[in-house]
């Protein structure tokens, strides 16, 4: 199994509205990533978790809340979302027992705050 | 601090012919990983090829192979016998070596059409 899987794959939410996205792997990576990509850009590192451990916060606003309840989920919890949070969100994991491989990328979620 | 630089916004290539999309990169570090990612309309960010900094012997996957200058800090991507497939954006990305470091430095990206 080489995959990561996103869900939802699309989701439109209202600023006031609360919502999650999920990201799951079976690889036994242990690290495992948050991008935000806009359209034409290259994606853009939110969060890293290794081990669980929240390890990089690119200084993210508080409205973007990670969680990685065990070593094969991340969710990102989405709060009260501006219009130009709308943007492809990609998971990714690598770190395979204690040597970082490649980034391997779910499929994203698109999503779009009205 | 690393930076990735890929200078083509856009690149056009017939099929069955053979492109070179460029990437240079500034580091101060000796030893790192670069990376080509695919990304077609499907969204899925897909690894191409991937390179070891010490390694002088430059990757190949198939029809994808690289032109690695250590010293001239460039890693170009060449692309055989392009089919439609191959249509995408192309990100190159840097990646430091050490165990503790997780952050991949992706350049803009070049977007490759392919004309049947």
């Known amino acids: 199994d080489t995959e990561v899987t996103q869900t939802p794959k699309h989701l439109v939410m209202g600023m006031t509205n609360k919502k999650s996205l999920k990201c799951e792997q079976h690889?036994?990576?242990?690290?495992m990533y948050w991008y935000k990509q806009k359209a034409k850009k290259p994606p853009e590192l939110m969060f890293v978790?290794?081990?669980?451990?929240?390890?990089i916060n690119e200084s993210v606003p508080s409205r973007f809340s990670p969680e990685c309840p065990n070593s094969s989920l991340l969710n990102l919890h989405l709060h009260a979302l501006q219009p130009e949070d709308s943007a492809l969100y990609l998971c990714?994991?690598?770190?395979?027992?204690?040597?970082?491989?490649?980034?391997?990328f779910g499929q994203g979620t698109r999503l779009t705050v009205v | 601090a690393q930076t990735v630089t890929q200078s083509q916004p856009e690149m056009s290539v017939q099929e069955a012919e053979t492109v070179t999309l460029s990437c240079t990169y500034d580091?101060?570090?000796?030893?790192?990983?670069l990376f080509w990612y695919k990304q077609p309309p499907s969204r899925q960010m897909i690894l191409v090829i991937r390179?070891?900094?010490?390694k002088q012997q430059n990757a190949t996957e198939n029809r994808f192979s690289v032109n690695f200058q250590k010293a001239a800090k460039s890693f170009s991507l060449k692309i055989s016998d392009s089919q439609l497939g191959d249509a995408a954006m192309y990100f190159c990305?840097?990646?430091?070596w050490g165990s503790g470091t997780y952050k991949y430095i992706f350049g803009t990206g070049t977007r490759l059409k392919v004309l049947a």
């Open positions: 990305a840097y990646r430091s």
């Open positions: 990714a994991s690598s770190l395979r027992r204690g040597r970082i491989t490649e980034a391997f």
């Open positions: 978790y290794s081990y669980e451990k929240l390890s």
């Open positions: 580091t101060s570090e000796s030893d790192y990983y």
């Open positions: 390179q070891e900094a010490y």
């Open positions: 690889m036994g990576h242990r690290a």
